[in-house]
């Protein structure tokens, strides 16, 4: 198997001299022979030789010059009745082009031929019907060559098209889920590392506390750390099983039910917070996921830039009317933070609302604190029946659980 790849690479490299080889010496032995057959060397025959050796030896540049070697030959058939050379001509011609060009170098072979014919025997009948099928049959193969070998030339640049789009998707689809996995990993523990070390900060500052004070810190930082390993964890896990294709298993998905549970980690950690909601219980679980991102983020730079700021927390809302976040932070007393910023907080976020269609505002208050303030939609539910190619998401699943 590998001498038969080898003999096919080397065929590769050099079939198109060996085909000039074996074409010319095709159209060198027909041109001995014919000009042989007369039985004896007169000058006609020494022309007949020495015009088919001239169109025989042409042909080596028959394709770089397939117009003027097809011309020259076509002058050979004129002259000296020389058919081979100009049937390889024109079929090279045909592979390499087919436009007014060999329609007009056929039309001349095929009067050069039946001039010739006439000219030699007067058998004009003959030669008119003869005549397209010797000139045609080597223009109509050289003809379907060209045309297939443009077919698998244009098959080849659409495969090669195909895959370079394909790795470019593939690219972006690598870019994406590496942006989507770093968002993730920074909204699951950019904020309880941040807590962590709101509570670390309390200890640094305060540093004749009772054993009880620290105990008690050192007991939440122990369960904030304990958490965060656990969230990282089920990140890793994921990426290790490569079983997240939306990334909505990347980790529990929050709900907005979830947003007390958040709140009382920051007030546990020192920050007073304010905290006033009003939502049904039915809030759609993709919405009560980007509210309680959308809050943890805000106190998760609470926690890093304006640490022991008071902040007020508001959300509202109903179906049909939307949704409304609104954090605000006073004027912090301190001053510097305690974690370096990765410049992705907000950036992420505003990407997270954008994508639900939200509007997102974030800015200094005039008393010198900080508000971010989000708008999501929430369409109302629709009543009545339902059409069956309109049917929710939840319907589908309640239906489901039924069967």
């Given at each position: 198997m590998?001498?038969?790849?080898?003999?096919?690479?080397?065929?590769?490299?050099?079939a198109?001299?060996?085909?000039?080889?074996?074409?010319?010496?095709?159209?060198?032995m027909?041109?001995?022979?014919?000009a042989?057959?007369?039985?004896?060397?007169?000058?006609?025959?020494?022309?007949?030789?020495?015009?088919?050796?001239v169109?025989?030896?042409?042909?080596?540049?028959?394709?770089?010059?397939?117009?003027?070697?097809?011309?020259?030959?076509?002058?050979?058939?004129?002259?000296?009745?020389?058919?081979?050379?100009?049937?390889?001509?024109?079929?090279?011609?045909?592979?390499?082009?087919?436009?007014?060009?060999?329609?007009?170098?056929?039309?001349?072979?095929y009067?050069?031929?039946?001039?010739?014919?006439?000219?030699?025997?007067?058998?004009?009948?003959?030669?008119?019907?003869?005549?397209?099928?010797?000139?045609?049959?080597?223009?109509?193969?050289?003809?379907?060559?060209?045309?297939?070998?443009?077919?698998?030339?244009?098959?080849?640049?659409?495969?090669?098209?195909?895959?370079?789009?394909?790795?470019?998707?593939?690219?972006?689809?690598?870019?994406?889920?590496?942006s989507?996995?770093?968002?993730?990993m920074?909204?699951?523990?950019?904020?309880?590392?941040?807590?962590?070390?709101?509570?670390?900060?309390?200890?640094?500052?305060?540093?004749?506390?009772?054993?009880?004070?620290?105990?008690?810190?050192?007991?939440?930082?122990?369960?904030?750390?304990?958490q965060?390993?656990?969230?990282?964890?089920?990140?890793?896990?994921?990426?290790?099983?490569?079983?997240?294709?939306?990334?909505?298993?990347?980790?529990?998905?929050?709900?907005?039910?979830?947003?007390?549970?958040?709140?009382?980690?920051?007030?546990?950690?020192?920050?007073?917070?304010?905290?006033?909601?009003?939502?049904?219980?039915?809030?759609?679980s993709?919405?009560?996921?980007?509210?309680?991102?959308?809050?943890?983020?805000?106190?998760?730079?609470?926690?890093?830039?304006?640490?022991g700021?008071?902040?007020?927390?508001?959300?509202?809302?109903?179906?049909?009317?939307?949704?409304?976040?609104?954090?605000?932070?006073?004027r912090?007393?301190?001053?510097?933070?305690?974690?370096?910023?990765?410049?992705?907080?907000?950036?992420?976020?505003?990407?997270?609302?954008?994508?639900?269609?939200?509007?997102?505002?974030?800015?200094?208050?005039?008393?010198?604190?900080?508000?971010?303030?989000?708008?999501?939609?929430?369409?109302?539910?629709?009543?009545?029946?339902?059409?069956?190619?309109?049917?929710?998401?939840?319907?589908?699943?309640?239906?489901?659980?039924?069967?």
């Amino acid at each position: 198997m590998r001498r038969l790849r080898r003999w096919y690479a080397w065929w590769v490299r050099h079939a198109p001299r060996v085909r000039d080889i074996l074409f010319i010496g095709f159209s060198l032995m027909t041109i001995v022979l014919q000009a042989a057959s007369g039985g004896g060397w007169t000058i006609q025959d020494w022309y007949v030789l020495g015009a088919g050796v001239v169109a025989s030896f042409a042909l080596l540049w028959r394709r770089r010059f397939p117009v003027t070697v097809t011309a020259v030959t076509v002058l050979a058939m004129l002259t000296a009745a020389i058919f081979v050379p100009m049937g390889l001509a024109l079929l090279t011609l045909a592979i390499r082009r087919r436009d007014l060009a060999l329609a007009i170098l056929g039309l001349a072979a095929y009067a050069a031929y039946v001039l010739n014919t006439w000219g030699g025997e007067g058998q004009l009948l003959v030669a008119l019907f003869t005549g397209p099928f010797l000139v045609g049959t080597w223009i109509a193969v050289g003809a379907y060559v060209g045309a297939r070998r443009d077919l698998m030339a244009s098959l080849r640049d659409r495969a090669e098209r195909a895959e370079a789009e394909r790795e470019l998707r593939s690219e972006q689809a690598r870019l994406g889920e590496r942006s989507r996995i770093a968002q993730e990993m920074h909204d699951v523990l950019a904020h309880k590392v941040s807590l962590i070390a709101l509570h670390a900060g309390g200890l640094e500052v305060n540093p004749t506390v009772g054993a009880d004070k620290v105990e008690g810190s050192a007991k939440l930082i122990r369960e904030t750390a304990r958490q965060a390993m656990e969230d990282l964890r089920e990140v890793l896990g994921v990426l290790r099983s490569d079983l997240s294709i939306d990334g909505a298993d990347l980790t529990p998905v929050p709900k907005a039910s979830d947003l007390e549970r958040l709140i009382t980690a920051s007030r546990d950690a020192g920050v007073t917070v304010g905290y006033d909601v009003a939502l049904p219980d039915d809030v759609p679980s993709s919405l009560g996921r980007t509210v309680y991102r959308v809050v943890q983020e805000s106190l998760t730079n609470v926690h890093k830039h304006a640490r022991g700021a008071a902040t007020d927390v508001r959300v509202q809302g109903a179906p049909g009317d939307g949704l409304t976040v609104r954090v605000t932070n006073v004027r912090p007393v301190a001053a510097g933070s305690l974690l370096p910023g990765a410049g992705a907080g907000l950036v992420g976020l505003r990407e997270r609302v954008q994508l639900v269609g939200g509007r997102i505002s974030t800015g200094p208050t005039p008393e010198g604190g900080w508000r971010v303030e989000v708008w999501l939609p929430w369409a109302r539910e629709p009543s009545g029946p339902q059409l069956p190619g309109l049917t929710s998401v939840e319907a589908l699943h309640a239906e489901e659980g039924e069967r």
